[in-house]
């Protein structure tokens, strides 16, 4: 059977940063027919549910993965070491279940795809992403945005 990573969240687990879930609707017709691994990188990386709002400052999740950028909270504590073994870790689980494809949170510092906060906390967007998506991305992984979010 195949399968796909899905961002927890979208699965209707309240594990954002905010401590609530995202559940998407359309996200059963997308994932139809295949086995699911819903994951948190962020909790997987060891960071707390709820925590403090991150972004990534510097560039994007492929400049983080590079050492050219840091992901910090609004605080200013740096939290780039929990976001990449999140991440890696979220890589391994898709690996074990032969995972193809994922489906994570648009906007996200780690499951963004296509487009991230820039760092200013002030609700910009910019082109970029996340940390899991970009370490998805290099080992052949497809991702998308989550359905209807």
Same mark, same amino acid.
């Given at each position: 059977m195949d399968s796909v990573l899905v961002s927890a969240?979208?699965?209707g687990v309240p594990c954002r940063y905010d401590g609530r879930d995202k559940a998407a609707p359309g996200l059963d017709d997308a994932v139809? $027919?295949? #086995?699911v691994v819903s994951f948190c990188p962020e909790a997987a990386g060891g960071l707390p =549910?709820? /925590? /403090?709002? #991150?972004?990534? *400052? +510097? +560039? !994007? +999740?492929? !400049? @983080?993965?590079d050492g050219r950028a840091r992901v910090v909270e609004d605080t200013g504590?740096? *939290? =780039? #070491?929990?976001? *990449? !073994? +999140? #991440?890696?870790r979220a890589l391994a689980a898709a690996r074990h279940a032969g995972c193809a494809e994922a489906l994570l949170m648009p /906007?996200?510092?780690?499951?963004?795809? $296509? =487009? @991230?906060?820039d760092g200013s906390f002030g609700g910009e967007l910019v082109a970029g992403d996340g940390v899991t998506a970009a370490l998805f991305e290099r080992n052949g992984i497809v991702v998308r945005s989550g359905p209807g979010v």
């Open positions: 969240c979208l699965r139809a $027919g295949r #086995a =549910t709820p /925590r /403090r709002p #991150a972004e990534l *400052v +510097g +560039g !994007d +999740g492929h !400049d @983080v993965l504590r740096d *939290v =780039t #070491a929990e976001f *990449v !073994d +999140g #991440a890696h /906007r996200s510092p780690s499951c963004g795809r $296509g =487009t @991230v906060y």
